[in-house]
């Protein structure tokens, strides 16, 4: 079975990440200000039942509800102490599709790719030497990937919508010693919609997809 999902935007997010590793290595100074902040890591994309399909034989199929791992890669500018504007990406695949009119669910497909670019607001809560706890709101646009399923032996073509969405994370930094390195982990929620249209018809399905990403990476300031 073919897929329609684009895989340029994980290798563009593997070659940033790469880059940015390369490019910061110098050590930190004690009475240097760091404004900018490179995150990257991998992230885990749980998300609702995003999706089901009437089959023509009857029964239905939809996404297993199963997690999956993406990418993600962020940069951040803090003008004060306590806020920062924070802009990125991420990219993961949607559950795999099942059939569960069988005796166990058989996996038909692959549900589409998710990419949303995301910016919003940090408000660091906590930031002493070694640790640094914030929070803050987010926005997002969503791309869906289109994809195709084959159901009952024929190939069945669907379509989603682009959708924006708000959201929140909280994460945290913890350095060592005085190192401009630092481990990550953060969790951001989003609250989205996905429509999904049979292509060439007017059967239309919409349903809460809502994210949780959890990240768990590093982070660089300088």
């Known amino acids: 079975m073919k897929t329609k999902q684009n895989k340029t935007p994980m290798i563009m997010l593997g070659a940033m990440t790469l880059s940015a590793i390369a490019s910061f290595s110098a050590p930190a100074q004690a009475d240097e200000i760091s404004h900018w902040r490179i995150k990257s890591g991998v992230v885990l994309?749980?998300?609702?039942?995003?999706?089901?399909?009437a089959k023509p034989s009857g029964g239905e199929v939809h996404a297993g509800g199963n997690a999956e791992l993406g990418f993600?890669?962020?940069?951040?500018?803090?003008?004060?102490?306590r806020l920062?504007?924070?802009?990125?990406?991420?990219y993961a695949r949607s559950p795999?599709?099942?059939?569960?009119t069988g005796a166990d669910g058989s996996e038909i497909g692959e549900g589409p790719g998710f990419f949303p670019l995301l910016a919003g607001?940090?408000?660091h809560l906590v930031d002493s030497d070694n640790l640094d706890l914030y929070a803050g709101p987010r926005a997002a646009f969503v791309s869906f990937g289109d994809f195709d399923l084959e159901i009952d032996g024929v190939?069945?073509?669907f379509e989603v919508d682009d959708e924006f969405?708000?959201?929140?994370?909280?994460?945290?930094?913890?350095r060592v010693g005085g190192s401009r390195w630092a481990f990550l982990a953060e969790a951001t929620y989003l609250d989205v919609d996905m429509k999904v249209t049979e292509r060439g018809t007017d059967s239309a399905s919409v349903t809460g997809f809502d994210p949780l990403m959890v990240n768990i990476g590093?982070?660089?300031s300088f």
């Open 45 to 53: 994309v749980d998300a609702s039942d995003p999706f089901s399909y």
């Open 218 to 220: 590093a982070s660089y």
């Open 155 to 157: 190939r069945t073509d």
């Open 96 to 100: 795999d599709v099942d059939d569960k």
């Open 84 to 90: 920062g504007l924070e802009i990125g990406a991420v």
């Open 165 to 174: 969405a708000w959201g929140a994370t909280i994460g945290l930094n913890y």
């Open 72 to 81: 993600t890669l962020a940069a951040e500018y803090r003008w004060t102490e």
């Open 121 to 123: 607001i940090n408000f």
